[in-house]
């Protein structure tokens, strides 16, 4: 092996282990204003929707959180679907034909 190509695998070996991993974070988050809120980072100025039915609001919530969190874990990766750490929730359910009940939600993402 060249000095040259050894050098090179070394530096990358070091790279790596001094980064932080951030395996599945697809880098489309800085497309948008960022700022600092209680220890998160979180979008400025720009939300994500959700929506979900179910027999009960419990159900209906679960299901419109589900449907947030797997968009933006599809466009920015899981740091930023958790919607525990989401700011400005909004959720918001109403009743259904048939008994059952559908829930809407909005919420900036953070990580």
């Known amino acids: ?9 070394a ?8 980064l932080p991993a951030v395996a599945d974070e697809t880098g489309l988050h800085v497309t948008h204003e960022l700022r ?4 998160r980072l979180c979008f400025a100025d720009h939300w994500h929707y959700g929506s979900g039915s179910g027999p009960n609001k419990r159900v209906a ?4 959180i589900k449907s947030w969190s797997s968009f933006v874990d599809l ?4 740091d930023w679907a958790r919607f525990g750490r989401a700011a400005q929730k909004q959720i ?8 059952s009940v559908d ?8 990580r």
Not at 11 to 18: C, D, E, K, N, S
Not at 61 to 64: I, K, N
Not at 92 to 99: E, I, L, M, T
């Open 36 to 39: 600092r809120e209680g220890g």
């Open 11 to 18: 530096a990358a070996a070091f790279v790596a282990l001094a």
């Open 92 to 99: 918001r359910c109403s009743p259904a034909g048939g008994g």
């Open 103 to 110: 829930c809407q939600i909005d919420a900036r993402p953070c």
């Open 1 to 9: 092996m060249s000095p040259k190509l050894s050098f090179t695998l």
């Open 61 to 64: 919530q679960a299901e419109a």
């Open 75 to 78: 466009e920015y990766g899981s």
